[in-house]
């Protein structure tokens, strides 16, 4: 399963193609876009707090189709509530946000039990796994006291470089096709001011 970096990763990505990106909500909806994207590891801290960050990592339902609509739906109703803002597309924004975190578990190496996440719950309660994952297993440490130690493996750094390696092209792409709408918007709105300048010119 990816660290918090590929998470967050996709939710910067979800940001740049978003309606939202570089509107006055600027730096505090990508950080919201980013705690979202994280919130289902949530499942880690009471097992860490109890001494096996692991104990109930992914047995529950934080990683499920349910949880994302859920949680979309009460981040949107209180984001709304609080900025006067239409509901439905904040709501489709932070359910996917949400959802990015468990298709992105989905398409990562699972080396613990329960292998997969229940992706579908509560439409299905299978725990589903890509035959083809993109992202490496991360080595968790069985006890909290060496947890974040542990964490900092070679193993684990390797994987949290071939996240980065992974989202190179995206941010790329994204990059690509902003500066292309850039280009086309900007020749559209000087053959606009061209064509409304033609009348003026033929009075005088
Ligand atoms: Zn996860």
Redesign the pocket.
């Known amino acids: 399963?990816?660290l918090p970096i590929a998470?967050s990763l996709l939710a910067g990505a979800l940001y740049e193609t978003s309606p939202v990106a570089n509107s006055r909500t600027g730096w505090k909806m990508l950080l919201l876009f980013a705690v979202l994207a994280c919130l289902?590891?949530i499942d880690f801290l009471p097992g860490f707090l109890m001494g096996e960050p692991g104990r109930f990592?992914?047995h529950y339902l934080s990683?499920s189709l349910g949880a994302a609509i859920v949680v979309g739906f009460i981040t949107a109703t209180v984001y709304c509530w609080w900025k006067k803002e239409r509901f439905l597309q904040f709501f489709l924004l932070f359910f996917c946000v949400y959802f990015s975190?468990?298709a992105l578990?989905y398409f990562s190496i699972d080396s613990h039990f329960p292998y997969g996440?229940p992706m579908f719950w509560p439409l299905s309660d299978s725990y589903v796994v890509a035959q083809t994952p993109i992202f490496l297993a991360i080595k968790k440490p069985g006890a909290s006291a060496q947890f974040f130690q542990n964490l900092m493996s070679l193993h684990n750094l390797l994987a949290v470089l071939w996240e980065v390696v992974v989202f190179v092209p995206v941010f790329a792409a994204i990059r690509f096709f902003k500066k292309r709408r850039q280009v086309v918007l900007t020749v559209e709105f000087a053959e606009s001011a061209e064509n409304q300048q033609i009348p003026a010119t033929i009075q005088e």
Do not use: E, I, K, T
């Open positions: 399963m990816p998470h289902p590891d990592h992914r990683h975190h468990v578990d996440v």
